[in-house]
T-cell receptor
Framework: NAGVMQNPRHLVRRRGQEARLRCSPMKGHSHVYWYRQLPEEGLKFMVYLQKENIIDESGMPKERFSAEFPKEGPSILRIQQVVRGDSAAYFC???????????????FGNGTRLTVT | AQSVAQPEDQVNVAEGNPLTVKCTYSVSGNPYLFWYVQYPNRGLQFLLKYITGDNLVKGSYGFEAEFNKSQTSFHLKKPSALVSDSALYFCAVRDPMDSSYKLIFGSGTRLLVRP
């Protein structure tokens, strides 16, 4: 089953450490989206990337957060100097490229649950 | 800017009864609308979508949703609920004027189906 793969599933970091979350999109998909879900809340859009390009980062915090989607390899969401408020589930989703993606749902991974102690 | 409202935090229904989970939206153009379901510690699973055409769309697991343009609503329905339908349900909208194709989600509604 070549679905959206995220790892790790669970990540524990102490305050001040860095967190790296990985996402491999579905086979044939070249668009990646990152969302954050705080406890008992909905999903908040963070960033939209295509290969080697950040297209929309309107939901990304201005500091400490960054994302990339290199030509080869998974997309990475990086959080530097984590704080307790960063504890959340981070979901990656992918979609195919082109105009057909307008009609397509996003396909989600199972998420990475980040806990900052 | 586009937005989605799910006015109910939780919906309780008895098994075998019909269920409705409400959703209203706001976008600048014609909306593309989606419903997803989330089980504990899992990602979101796509249920159904409305792009154009018939206002009543059918999806997975016996769910359907009705698009109502005048009321800007897209309520999720099922004629006969199952205990296994208990989960968190999210409505989402895509604004076709938004070139990033992103989905904007509502806050979610927890559905509890009691035996």
């Amino acid at each position: 089953n070549a679905g959206v793969m995220q790892n790790p599933r669970h990540l524990v970091r102490r305050r001040g450490q860095e967190a790296r979350l990985r996402c491999s999109p579905m086979k044939g998909h070249s668009h990646v989206y990152w969302y954050r879900q705080l406890p008992e809340e909905g999903l908040k859009f963070m960033v939209y990337l295509q290969k080697e390009n950040i297209i929309d980062e309107s939901g990304m915090p201005k500091e400490r957060f960054s994302a990339e989607f290199p030509k080869e390899g998974p997309s990475i969401l990086r959080i530097q100097q984590v704080v307790r408020g960063d504890s959340a589930a981070y979901f990656c989703a992918s979609s195919p490229s082109g105009r057909s993606s307008y009609n397509s749902p996003l396909h989600f991974g199972n998420g990475t649950r980040l806990t900052v102690t | 800017a586009q937005s989605v409202a799910q006015p109910e935090d939780q919906v309780n229904v008895a098994e075998g009864n019909p269920l409705t989970v409400k959703c209203t939206y706001s976008v600048s153009g014609n909306p593309y609308l989606f419903w997803y379901v989330q089980y504990p510690n899992r990602g979101l699973q796509f249920l159904l979508k409305y792009i154009t055409g018939d206002n009543l769309v059918k999806g997975s697991y016996g769910f359907e949703a009705e698009f109502n343009k005048s009321q800007t609503s897209f309520h999720l329905k099922k004629p006969s609920a199952l205990v296994s339908d208990s989960a968190l349900y999210f409505c989402a909208v895509r604004d076709p004027m938004d070139s990033s194709y992103k989905l904007i989600f509502g806050s979610g509604t927890r559905l509890l189906v009691r035996p």
